[in-house]
């Protein structure tokens, strides 16, 4: 039975465990890729986390646990990519467009996969696992809130996330390298964030087709719907290199 772009989607962000999420988001993509398939009918999204995270929220955390630097690290790291395959897979149910666009956000999410992979061999082979620390739920809450709206969607995940994970390379990089013990995640960290740039790109890119004659406006009208701030320092190297009008964050 072939399957549609929505049932895709569903069957991935409702898998149970992260070890077939992650089976069936490569899968996803290489179906999307070699297929021309449907958009089909609306289906319920439901997210499925692993049994054992635990969200939190920011405003009400108690203090952190004491933990070395590069669990933490990492284990943020590793958190911000599950929640990218969430929201990035949930994006292709958003709207109806070109078949380009579930292409792009397909290949978008399993390169997600494709990270958070990585960070959690990387993780594992440090003997920490995940999850093993109480997570923010903001992003959550903001992909429940952009569930129906892709403009909104793109500037919170590609535009916002994305770009702040560009604006972190450096102090994250540097924080890494000067606990003295973590080259190899500090490597791991700046592939990585380097490969988000593209993300950034083609997030913007899809912005530009769906945000009509003012993109700029719509965007800070966005940000100012979810009263987020976006704070220097910029990485403007790594948004200049996503395409990232300046105007849009130094203005
Ligand atoms: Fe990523
Ligand atoms: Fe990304």
Not at 43 to 54: G, I, R, S, T, Y
Not at 115 to 129: A, C, D, K, Q, V
Request: hydrophobic share 40%; net charge neutral.
């Amino acid at each position: 039975m072939s399957h549609t772009i929505r049932q895709i989607v569903s069957g991935i962000l409702k898998a149970p465990d992260l070890a077939t999420k992650l089976s069936l988001s490569r899968q996803g993509f290489e179906q999307i890729k070699t297929n021309k398939l449907q958009l089909g009918e609306k289906v319920e999204n439901e997210w499925v986390f692993p049994e054992n995270l635990e969200f939190i929220n920011p405003f009400t955390a108690k203090p952190k646990l004491k933990i070395p630097l590069e669990h933490s690290l990492l284990h943020s790291a590793a958190y911000i990519e599950l929640m990218a395959i969430f929201m990035y897979w949930d994006t292709l149910s958003i709207p109806d467009a070109p078949y380009e666009f579930y292409h792009d956000f397909a290949q978008i999410a399993s390169e997600e996969s494709h990270h958070f992979g990585l960070i959690i061999t990387r993780m594992e082979s440090l003997g920490y696992s995940f999850p093993s620390i109480p997570c923010n739920d903001a992003l959550y809450f903001y992909s429940k809130k952009t569930s129906a709206d892709i403009c909104a969607r793109i500037v919170l995940t590609s535009l916002f996330s994305e770009g702040r994970a560009l604006d972190s390379h450096d102090r994250l990089i540097n924080k890494l390298k000067s606990s003295n013990t973590d080259k190899t995640s500090a490597l791991l960290l700046s592939k990585i964030i380097s490969e988000e740039v593209s993300h950034v790109k083609i997030g913007l890119k899809w912005f530009l087709h769906f945000a009509g004659d003012n993109p700029k406006e719509v965007y800070k009208s966005v940000l100012s719907a979810f009263k987020l701030q976006i704070r220097p320092p910029f990485n403007t190297k790594l948004r200049d290199a996503a395409g990232f009008p300046q105007s849009w964050y130094l203005e």
